[in-house]
């Protein structure tokens, strides 16, 4: 007998994102991996550098990369207030890892949340884990952390949709935060399109 497809499996196959234009802010980061998730679900991808490219876009993702490259490319291209005001106008967008750091309140302080760079260590201390994702259907997502940061503080209209066990926490705070939902922005410490999972994808952007 044939076993069933997996969840994220069985997205791919319906190709669900067909017919929707989504950007990957394209300054610096994992851009490629993000472009072939969007691909397999039918997007057609544009790539975004200059506050024109916002123009006419279902959804933008803000990658995974290094936050004070981007923020600096974001700074130099003229694209903070563009960003602010696409977010703020309903613009569904996922935010992985140094994307999630770029919304918070030291950042484009488009979500009310903070956020702590490099919070479970360096690159050694990359891991892999199965993560179970409030809103995500199927088996657990495969979260792949690579000098990833945790939310540290998060506002009352901030949902939290995923969380890891962390040592030296202290009672009463919340720092093993990985993954936020804030109305149209999904934000998640790891990267799922490291591991080829599309469903972090369609939470975002199939709604």
Request: proline fraction near 6%; charge should be negative; charged fraction near 20%.
């Amino acid at each position: 007998m044939t076993p069933a497809p997996s969840a994220a499996e069985a997205v791919l196959a319906e190709r669900p994102l067909t017919g929707r234009t989504i950007g990957i802010l394209a300054l610096q980061g994992d851009v490629r991996s993000h472009a072939e998730v969007l691909e397999s679900l039918g997007a057609s991808v544009k790539r975004v550098r200059v506050p024109e490219q916002l123009a006419g876009l279902d959804g933008l993702v803000l990658p995974g990369g290094e936050s004070t490259t981007m923020t600096l490319g974001i700074k130099r291209e003229g694209l903070a207030d563009p960003l602010r005001e696409a977010i703020a106008g309903g613009l569904p967008v996922l935010a992985t890892c140094a994307g999630l750091i770029l919304l918070d309140d030291d950042h484009l302080a488009v979500v009310d949340l903070h956020c702590e760079r490099n919070a479970f260590g360096a690159q050694l201390h990359s891991f892999e884990c199965d993560l179970a994702v409030d809103g995500v259907d199927g088996e657990p997502v495969h979260a792949v952390f690579i000098r990833a940061p945790r939310v540290t503080r998060h506002g009352a209209g901030v949902e939290v949709i995923a969380s890891v066990p962390h040592e030296g926490i202290e009672a009463g705070d919340d720092p093993s935060v990985v993954a936020i939902r804030s109305g149209n922005v999904i934000g998640t410490s790891f990267h799922p399109e490291q591991a080829g999972e599309p469903r972090l994808h369609m939470l975002a952007f199939a709604g």
